[in-house]
């Protein structure tokens, strides 16, 4: 594995893209902070910037370093998520102003995944993470599902768990809002998509939650 992350490293140092397994379903990633490098993510995907991208971060600081105020209700979804969840936070710090969503927000996921977590760590930033498709086209769920395109359209592809079949799901995606409700949109978009619940569920307070479709974050 370590070679497969210094690997990954230089080609992010150097404005690379880079194809990788994640917590979640194989992305598309960049140094979050190289707007360039970050354009070329969507230009590669051929869709606009109008939608944000999701960040992830190797552990607690460095979310704080991008997030100046984490509310105290984000710490206990995290501590009681047992999947991958992803988060969005207003008015993010020191991330390349393409990827952040033009209400100034940014889904950002503090990741378990042993192989993100150390190459983040090497690389000392974060780094983007959006699925491995063409925009409006179906979302691989694993490794053999990413088409020919997609792969030679980046400068990397990581060597690892490309043999996985098993489909992944996206993470969940979490939306803090500044009156106390939170909206979700759940892995199974396309159940829920069209639906939006008001469910009752108790973290550390009593908080409502919305499942919610969401059209701001990259596919």
Sequence with gaps: ????????TEILKQGGIILYPTDTIWGIGCDATNEEAVKRIYKLKKRSDSKSLIVLVDNDVRLQRIVAEVPEVAWDIMDYSKKPVTIIYDNPKGIAKSAVNKDHSLGI???????CKKLISKLNKPIISTSANISGEKQANCFAEISQEIKNSVDHIVNLRQDESEPKQSSTIIKLDPSGLIKIKSPDSNIFSKFFFLIHFKLSKNIFIFLFSSTNLAS
């Design 1 to 8: 594995m370590q070679d497969q992350i210094n690997t990954a």
């Design 109 to 115: 996921r503090v990741v378990k995944d042993t192989f």
